[in-house]
């Protein structure tokens, strides 16, 4: 379980995908993408997608290194 005040931050990969889209990332994952900026928490991006889900965006984020922490 991520800890909830943990703040992610875009990658120069995550940036890249923002501006010209490669992956084929799901439109979850891109808005997720596109809505870590570096300053939200965790709990700040939880109410944007279904209770419990944002964990696991944002892991997957990470495991294709578009995020960190």
Do not use: C, W, Y
């Not at 979850?28 to 944002?54: H, Q, S």
């Amino acid at each position: 379980m991520l800890d909830e005040n943990l703040v992610f931050h875009k990658t120069e990969a995550g940036a890249r995908e923002i501006a010209s889209p490669s992956r084929g990332l799901s439109p979850k994952l891109r808005r997720a993408l596109i809505l870590v900026d570096g300053a939200k928490a965790v709990t700040d991006l939880a109410p944007m997608f279904r209770p419990g889900e944002v964990e696991a965006i944002l892991v997957d984020l990470q495991s294709q290194g578009l995020v960190s922490l």
